[in-house]
């Protein structure tokens, strides 16, 4: 199986050299454990727990410990107050126009990286598994990573339900459990604005990414901030965190700095996350080409100054 294959490539989140797989360490009586520093990682129901031993994602309101709180709060929501068949299933079931919305996002963040086919990819911040599901359709090896346990139980039963073969991991963006280079590709979809400091996620990104990274996430742009003021866009989510909307300057200095060559895209797209009248109006015989026509119009008069940012970094040779 694949993600058994993908399993060597696993590091460590503690010493962030230790070995989790292969000769060196063993997976024993549903754990692993660490060659270099001795640190054990659960495994839950075939989910490797992959968090530094400080941080425990179910000590949500454990008032001694403040390090983590942000991020507790954050996988604490999502195991908790979600709709499991949904997130599991979309946008399988969804209106023709949510899932061409869906496709055409995910079109845009892979279409400048080196080919998916048979490249190891990780993707960060995975949610339910929905872009796992995408990549592995395009032929890549998968490794799909969550903080969250739930989203992570929920990728597994997405990969159980339709038959895909990705590796489920639950882990930090922040300090991902994988060695430098580890990875041909490394992805993420609407991850890192959930940060506190969404440029800690982008160094991991490219340190485990030995060809090429895709970002894709909210732009910090005017268009955004009217958006805000309306009530149509969120400054906050529904988990508490302050959404924090990307710079296409910032990303561009980070990874080229890391021997990246970058390109950046800004356009528009709206879309709630679970389809109402609207996607379903737009999803009718005749309406869904009308629909499709107009935002591609609408990208192409204004996409530079649209609401989503999609970052692509190559790796130079």
């Known amino acids: 199986m694949i993600a058994a294959d993908l399993l060597p490539l696993l590091a460590c989140p503690a010493c962030r050299h230790g070995d989790l797989a292969g000769p060196g360490p063993r997976v024993a009586d549903g754990q692993l454990v660490c060659r270099g520093c001795g640190a054990r990682y659960p495994i839950r129901g075939g989910v490797p727990i992959l968090v530094p031993p400080s941080f425990d ?138 940060l506190a400091d969404p440029i800690l996620g982008v160094r991991e990104l490219a340190r485990v990414a030995r060809r090429g990274v895709s970002i894709n996430e909210p732009a910090d742009a005017l268009g955004t901030a009217a958006m805000v003021k309306l009530g149509v866009a969120q400054a906050r989510e529904d988990a508490g965190n302050r959404v924090a909307r990307l710079r296409a300057e910032d990303l561009e200095r980070e990874l080229s700095g890391r021997g990246f060559r970058v390109s950046a895209e800004r356009y528009l797209m709206y879309y709630r996350h679970a389809p109402g009248p609207i996607m379903r109006a737009a999803s009718r015989p005749v309406a869904r080409h009308a629909y499709r026509a107009a935002v591609i119009a609408a990208n192409s008069a204004l996409g530079r100054w649209g609401n989503k940012l999609q970052v692509t970094a190559v790796r130079a040779a």
């Open 57 to 194: 994602a179910s000590r949500v309101h454990d008032e001694l410990d403040h390090v983590h709180e942000h991020k507790r709060a954050q996988a604490g929501y999502f195991d908790r107050n979600v709709a499991e068949e949904f997130e599991i299933d979309r946008p399988h079931g969804a209106p023709e126009a949510y899932r061409w919305l869906i496709a055409e996002k995910f079109r845009r963040g892979v279409r400048r990286l080196p080919p998916l086919a048979g490249a190891t990819v990780v993707d960060a911040c995975c949610g339910s598994g929905m872009d796992a599901e995408l990549l592995a359709g395009a032929g890549a090896r998968v490794i799909a990573i969550d903080l969250s346990e739930g989203c992570a139980r929920r990728a597994k039963r997405r990969a159980e339900r339709y038959g895909l073969d990705y590796l489920v991991v639950v882990a930090d963006v922040e300090r991902l459990p994988l060695r430098d280079a580890a990875a041909d590709i490394a992805y993420v979809h609407d991850g890192l604005h959930h």
